[in-house]
Nanobody, 128 residues
Framework: QVQLVESGGGSVQSGGSLRLSCAASKYTYSFYSMGWFRQAPGKEREGVAIARTDGSTTYADSVKGRFTISLEIAKNTLYLQMNSLKPEDTAMYYC??????????????????????WGKGTLVTISS
C-alpha cells in the first residue's frame, strides 16, 4: 500500500501563487507516473498535470503556462507550482501515482483513471 500525503493548499487572491507538495511512500515500480488532479464542487475530477520518471510532463490546456509540475525521484516527492491563479482553479487537489506505460495525456483526459493510489487531497481556494 502506497501512501500519498499532499500539502501546500490554502486561500489566495486571484493572480497569486501556491506550491503544492505530495510525499509518497515506496511504489512497487521503478518507472511510474505521478500526477495532480482536481475536483471542484459539483464537477467531475479532472487532470491537471502529470510527471513521469522518464522526465516527461503533460499539462491540461487550462493550466499550461501557469502551472509547473516537478518530480523529485530520490525523495518520491511531487510538486506543483501554481502561478497566476484564477477563481476557476478553486478545487480540492489530489495527488496520485500509477504505472508509466500509459501516456500522460491519457491520465489527463480520463481524470486519473488507472492511477493506483491517491492522496486525501488539499484544498485550494482562489478569491477574486
Amino acid at each position: 500500500q502506497v501512501q500519498l500525503v499532499e500539502s501546500g493548499g490554502g486561500s489566495v487572491q486571484s493572480g497569486g501563487s501556491l506550491r503544492l507538495s505530495c510525499a509518497a511512500s515506496k511504489y512497487t515500480y521503478s518507472f511510474y507516473s505521478m500526477g495532480w488532479f482536481r475536483q471542484a464542487p459539483g464537477k467531475e475530477r479532472e487532470g491537471v498535470a502529470i510527471a513521469r520518471t522518464d522526465g516527461s510532463t503533460t499539462y491540461a490546456d487550462s493550466v499550461k503556462g501557469r502551472f509547473t509540475i516537478s518530480l523529485e525521484i530520490a525523495k518520491n516527492t511531487l510538486y506543483l507550482q501554481m502561478n497566476s491563479l484564477k477563481p476557476e482553479d478553486t478545487a480540492m487537489y489530489y495527488c496520485a501515482i500509477g504505472p508509466s506505460y500509459y501516456p500522460g495525456s491519457r491520465y489527463i483526459k480520463t481524470g486519473g483513471r488507472d492511477m493506483d493510489y491517491w492522496g486525501k487531497g488539499t484544498l485550494v481556494t482562489i478569491s477574486s
